[in-house]
T-cell receptor, first 114, second 112 residues
């Protein structure tokens, strides 16, 4: 069955530290991949997405993610986090054909200390 | 502003009652999704509609039902409410089922 795993549930970093959040999925076919962010008290919004092409994708606010097909991974990175990056981050996967079931991971809560 | 609207913003009701949450998708979007978010369960996918038809079902209870109308707005009906149904209910929309989802501001439901 299709699934998405986010290994870190809670991450605490100091400002200027580097960030990497893991995301692995299980699905045999072609997928679209997404990272969403939910700032405190707000709704989810898109951070970046990968549909095809260059596996290194750049998103808003200095975030990037790399799709490694052989590892079924789509890890999110940021070289230097800021206090304003404190939020919950969700990885999501959508098959490009078939049942179109859109699956979200369980989320990673990031707290950045000033 | 994502273009997805949800009403009401807040809802307080009692156990055993029934409520209806409403969602209007972004203009032109055919897919609508409903999610429940609570502190202990996280973000849970409930149900998806595409152009009026149910496309996928997640962890939706039998006490809950939804539909998408010809004008593409959607309603989520929650009945026989329990304390544990207190949560944020998000609606999202997308053009096709594989594309980016745009989330509404949510409806915060409190069951007393």
């Amino acid at each position: 069955a299709q699934s998405v795993s986010q290994h870190n549930h809670h991450v605490i970093l100091s400002e200027a530290a580097s960030l990497e959040l893991g995301c692995n999925y299980s699905y045999g076919g072609t997928v679209n991949l997404f990272w969403y962010v939910q700032y405190p008290g707000q709704h989810l919004q898109l951070l970046l997405k990968y549909f095809s092409g260059d596996p290194l994708v750049k998103g808003i606010k200095g975030f990037e993610a790399e799709f490694i097909k052989s590892k079924f991974s789509f890890n999110l990175r940021k070289p230097s986090v800021q206090w304003s990056d404190t939020a919950e981050y969700f990885c999501a996967v959508s098959p490009t054909s078939g049942t179109y079931k859109y699956i979200f991971g369980t989320g990673t809560r990031l707290k950045v200390l000033a | 502003d994502s273009g997805v609207t949800q009403t009401p913003k807040h809802l307080i009701t009692a156990t055993g009652q029934r409520v209806t949450l409403r969602c209007s998708p972004r203009s032109g979007d055919l897919s609508v999704y409903w999610y429940q978010q609570s502190l202990d369960q996280g973000l849970q996918f409930l149900i998806q509609y595409y152009n009026g038809e149910e496309r996928a079902k997640g962890n939706i209870l039998e006490r809950f039902s939804a539909q998408q109308f010809p004008d593409l707005h959607s309603e989520l009906n929650l009945s026989s409410l329990e304390l544990g149904d207190s949560a944020l209910y998000f609606c999202a929309s997308s053009g096709t089922p594989q594309e980016t989802q745009y989330f509404g501001p949510g409806t915060r439901l409190l069951v007393l």
